[in-house]
Protein backbone atom coordinates (compact mmCIF):
# COMPACT_ATOMS: atom_id res chain seq x y z
CA UNK A 1 0.00 0.00 0.00
CA UNK A 2 1.61 3.62 -0.76
CA UNK A 3 2.14 6.23 2.18
CA UNK A 4 -0.99 8.11 0.92
CA UNK A 5 -4.26 7.00 -1.21
CA UNK A 6 -6.70 9.27 -2.11
CA UNK A 7 -9.39 8.29 -3.29
CA UNK A 8 -12.83 9.35 -5.31
CA UNK A 9 -12.05 12.58 -3.26
CA UNK A 10 -14.20 15.56 -4.24
CA UNK A 11 -15.48 18.78 -3.16
CA UNK A 12 -18.48 21.29 -3.11
CA UNK A 13 -19.07 24.54 -1.78
CA UNK A 14 -23.14 25.47 -1.75
CA UNK A 15 -24.96 28.75 -1.00
CA UNK A 16 -28.03 29.82 -1.79
CA UNK A 17 -27.19 31.38 -4.74
CA UNK A 18 -24.64 28.96 -6.10
CA UNK A 19 -22.86 25.61 -6.21
CA UNK A 20 -18.54 25.66 -7.26
CA UNK A 21 -17.22 22.44 -7.25
CA UNK A 22 -13.48 23.13 -5.90
CA UNK A 23 -12.64 18.80 -6.52
CA UNK A 24 -13.78 16.65 -8.28
CA UNK A 25 -13.21 12.69 -8.10
CA UNK A 26 -9.51 12.64 -7.46
CA UNK A 27 -7.93 9.50 -7.29
CA UNK A 28 -4.07 9.64 -6.54
CA UNK A 29 -1.24 7.37 -4.66
CA UNK A 30 1.25 8.98 -3.15
CA UNK A 31 4.60 7.31 -2.02
CA UNK A 32 6.92 7.67 0.86
CA UNK A 33 9.90 10.07 0.30
CA UNK A 34 8.35 11.96 -2.40
CA UNK A 35 8.23 15.85 -3.47
CA UNK A 36 4.98 16.09 -5.06
CA UNK A 37 4.33 19.79 -6.73
CA UNK A 38 0.60 20.63 -6.90
CA UNK A 39 0.09 23.41 -9.72
CA UNK A 40 -2.38 24.63 -11.51
CA UNK A 41 -4.14 28.48 -12.15
CA UNK A 42 -6.16 30.15 -9.60
CA UNK A 43 -9.39 28.36 -8.96
CA UNK A 44 -7.95 25.21 -9.87
CA UNK A 45 -8.71 23.19 -6.77
CA UNK A 46 -5.16 23.38 -5.68
CA UNK A 47 -5.42 25.25 -1.97
CA UNK A 48 -8.71 22.92 -1.24
CA UNK A 49 -6.49 20.00 -2.22
CA UNK A 50 -3.69 21.16 0.64
CA UNK A 51 -6.28 21.86 3.38
CA UNK A 52 -8.34 18.29 3.04
CA UNK A 53 -4.59 16.91 2.78
CA UNK A 54 -3.47 18.97 6.07
CA UNK A 55 -7.61 17.69 7.76
CA UNK A 56 -8.94 21.08 7.81
CA UNK A 57 -11.56 20.98 5.23
CA UNK A 58 -13.76 18.23 5.21
CA UNK A 59 -14.20 16.50 1.64
CA UNK A 60 -17.97 16.03 -0.15
CA UNK A 61 -16.82 12.68 -1.32
CA UNK A 62 -13.86 10.24 -1.53
CA UNK A 63 -11.27 9.31 1.68
CA UNK A 64 -7.49 10.18 2.42
CA UNK A 65 -5.80 7.18 3.72
CA UNK A 66 -2.30 8.22 5.29
CA UNK A 67 -0.33 4.66 6.62
CA UNK A 68 -3.60 3.18 6.36
CA UNK A 69 -5.41 5.89 8.53
CA UNK A 70 -9.09 7.12 7.29
CA UNK A 71 -8.23 10.95 7.62
CA UNK A 72 -12.00 11.75 8.04
CA UNK A 73 -13.07 8.99 10.01
CA UNK A 74 -11.56 10.13 12.77
CA UNK A 75 -13.36 12.39 15.23
CA UNK A 76 -12.38 16.17 15.67
CA UNK A 77 -9.87 15.80 18.54
CA UNK A 78 -8.15 12.17 16.62
CA UNK A 79 -7.49 13.83 13.92
CA UNK A 80 -5.97 17.17 15.87
CA UNK A 81 -3.69 14.48 16.94
CA UNK A 82 -3.18 12.72 13.90
CA UNK A 83 -2.17 17.00 12.71
CA UNK A 84 0.49 16.79 15.40
CA UNK A 85 1.58 13.73 14.76
CA UNK A 86 2.21 13.67 11.11
CA UNK A 87 2.14 17.05 9.25
CA UNK A 88 4.24 19.83 9.60
CA UNK A 89 3.15 22.74 7.62
CA UNK A 90 4.73 25.87 5.85
CA UNK A 91 2.55 28.53 4.50
CA UNK A 92 3.75 31.62 2.28
CA UNK A 93 2.68 34.17 4.92
CA UNK A 94 5.25 32.69 7.08
CA UNK A 95 2.58 32.33 10.62
CA UNK A 96 5.38 33.72 12.51
CA UNK A 97 4.55 35.12 16.16
CA UNK A 98 6.00 38.60 16.03
CA UNK A 99 7.05 38.75 19.27
CA UNK A 100 8.87 35.05 19.81
CA UNK A 101 11.87 34.69 18.78
CA UNK A 102 13.43 31.77 15.94
CA UNK A 103 14.29 29.72 18.80
CA UNK A 104 10.47 30.04 20.15
CA UNK A 105 8.85 29.80 17.20
CA UNK A 106 10.01 27.00 16.52
CA UNK A 107 9.38 25.35 19.78
CA UNK A 108 5.49 26.05 19.31
CA UNK A 109 4.42 22.75 17.77
CA UNK A 110 6.65 20.91 21.03
CA UNK A 111 4.02 23.04 23.56
CA UNK A 112 1.88 19.48 24.30
CA UNK A 113 5.11 17.33 24.67
CA UNK A 114 5.50 16.49 28.08
CA UNK A 115 9.13 16.70 28.12
CA UNK A 116 11.61 19.23 29.64
CA UNK A 117 11.98 22.43 28.46
CA UNK A 118 15.79 22.39 27.76
CA UNK A 119 14.84 19.47 25.60
CA UNK A 120 12.32 21.76 23.29
CA UNK A 121 15.42 24.37 22.81
CA UNK A 122 17.90 21.57 21.94
CA UNK A 123 14.80 19.86 19.25
CA UNK A 124 14.88 23.89 17.87
CA UNK A 125 18.14 24.69 17.87
CA UNK A 126 18.96 21.46 16.02
CA UNK A 127 16.25 22.42 13.14
CA UNK A 128 16.94 25.61 12.92
CA UNK A 129 20.84 24.93 12.30
CA UNK A 130 19.73 22.26 9.76
CA UNK A 131 18.12 24.93 7.81
CA UNK A 132 21.20 27.41 8.17
CA UNK A 133 19.69 29.58 11.00
CA UNK A 134 21.72 28.15 13.99
CA UNK A 135 23.02 31.75 14.90
CA UNK A 136 19.79 33.43 14.61
CA UNK A 137 18.05 31.76 17.68
CA UNK A 138 17.43 34.87 18.85
CA UNK A 139 16.03 37.22 16.50
CA UNK A 140 12.28 38.58 16.20
CA UNK A 141 10.92 37.65 12.98
CA UNK A 142 10.98 41.43 12.04
CA UNK A 143 14.48 41.43 12.44
CA UNK A 144 15.23 39.03 9.98
CA UNK A 145 14.82 38.40 6.25
CA UNK A 146 11.98 36.80 4.26
CA UNK A 147 14.13 33.94 3.03
CA UNK A 148 15.18 33.29 7.12
CA UNK A 149 11.25 33.93 7.98
CA UNK A 150 10.33 31.08 5.60
CA UNK A 151 13.65 28.73 6.89
CA UNK A 152 12.20 29.68 10.45
CA UNK A 153 8.72 28.21 9.42
CA UNK A 154 10.26 25.31 7.73
CA UNK A 155 12.20 24.34 10.81
CA UNK A 156 8.91 25.27 13.22
CA UNK A 157 7.44 22.26 10.49
CA UNK A 158 10.33 19.90 11.16
CA UNK A 159 10.90 20.19 14.71
CA UNK A 160 8.17 17.05 15.48
CA UNK A 161 9.97 15.22 12.29
CA UNK A 162 6.87 14.74 11.13
CA UNK A 163 6.35 12.14 8.38
CA UNK A 164 4.40 14.50 5.88
CA UNK A 165 5.56 18.17 5.23
CA UNK A 166 2.42 20.37 3.35
CA UNK A 167 4.06 23.77 2.19
CA UNK A 168 1.35 26.16 0.94
CA UNK A 169 3.12 28.36 -1.87
CA UNK A 170 6.11 28.94 0.44
CA UNK A 171 8.40 30.56 -2.39
CA UNK A 172 5.19 33.31 -3.24
CA UNK A 173 6.61 36.48 -1.00
CA UNK A 174 10.19 35.44 -2.10
CA UNK A 175 12.62 36.81 -4.81
CA UNK A 176 13.62 34.56 -7.56
CA UNK A 177 17.15 33.90 -6.04
CA UNK A 178 15.44 33.49 -2.24
CA UNK A 179 13.20 31.25 -3.92
CA UNK A 180 15.71 29.07 -5.69
CA UNK A 181 17.46 28.83 -1.98
CA UNK A 182 14.24 27.69 -0.22
CA UNK A 183 13.65 25.23 -3.09
CA UNK A 184 16.91 23.67 -2.46
CA UNK A 185 16.75 23.42 0.85
CA UNK A 186 13.14 21.64 0.20
CA UNK A 187 15.33 19.57 -2.57
CA UNK A 188 17.56 18.79 0.05
CA UNK A 189 15.39 17.44 2.72
CA UNK A 190 13.22 15.50 0.23
CA UNK A 191 16.90 13.82 -0.81
CA UNK A 192 17.02 12.60 2.86
CA UNK A 193 14.10 10.68 2.98
CA UNK A 194 11.30 13.25 3.66
CA UNK A 195 7.79 13.75 2.03
CA UNK A 196 6.84 16.74 0.92
CA UNK A 197 3.45 18.01 -1.22
CA UNK A 198 3.61 21.25 -1.99
CA UNK A 199 1.17 23.63 -3.96
CA UNK A 200 2.66 26.70 -6.55
CA UNK A 201 2.00 28.51 -9.02
CA UNK A 202 5.28 29.48 -9.90
CA UNK A 203 6.18 27.10 -12.93
CA UNK A 204 9.97 27.84 -11.85
CA UNK A 205 9.29 25.80 -8.67
CA UNK A 206 8.99 22.29 -11.25
CA UNK A 207 12.05 20.99 -11.57
CA UNK A 208 12.76 20.74 -8.31
CA UNK A 209 9.65 17.88 -8.02
CA UNK A 210 10.01 14.70 -8.50
CA UNK A 211 5.92 14.24 -9.35
CA UNK A 212 3.99 17.77 -10.64
CA UNK A 213 0.54 17.33 -10.92
CA UNK A 214 -1.37 19.80 -12.80
CA UNK A 215 -5.27 20.54 -11.34
CA UNK A 216 -7.68 22.41 -13.72
CA UNK A 217 -11.40 22.64 -12.62
CA UNK A 218 -10.83 21.06 -9.94
CA UNK A 219 -9.54 17.68 -12.16
CA UNK A 220 -6.11 16.11 -12.34
CA UNK A 221 -5.35 17.55 -16.00
CA UNK A 222 -1.70 16.12 -15.90
CA UNK A 223 0.54 13.30 -13.52
CA UNK A 224 4.22 13.70 -14.51
CA UNK A 225 6.89 11.51 -12.18
CA UNK A 226 9.70 13.31 -14.43
CA UNK A 227 12.60 15.45 -12.12
CA UNK A 228 15.02 17.35 -14.64
CA UNK A 229 18.44 17.89 -12.78
CA UNK A 230 18.35 20.73 -10.63
CA UNK A 231 21.51 21.62 -8.74
CA UNK A 232 20.53 22.90 -4.90
CA UNK A 233 21.67 26.09 -3.91
CA UNK A 234 20.27 26.07 0.01
CA UNK A 235 23.35 27.17 1.89
Not at 103 to 127: C, H, R, S, T
Not at 174 to 186: K, P, R, V, Y
Not at 222 to 228: G, V
Amino acid sequence: MSFIEIENLGKTFCSDADTVVALGQIDLKIEDGSFLGVMGPSGSGKSTFLSIMGGLCHPSEGKILVEEIDLYRLSSEKRADFRREYLGFVFQSFNLIPYLTAQENVMLPLAVKKIPVKQKKALANQVLERVGLSHRLTHLPNQLSGGEQERVAIARALVNSPPLILADEPTGSLDTATSQEIMGLFQELNEEGQTIIMVTHNDENRPYFDRTVILRDGNIAEDSNRRPKVVAQAG
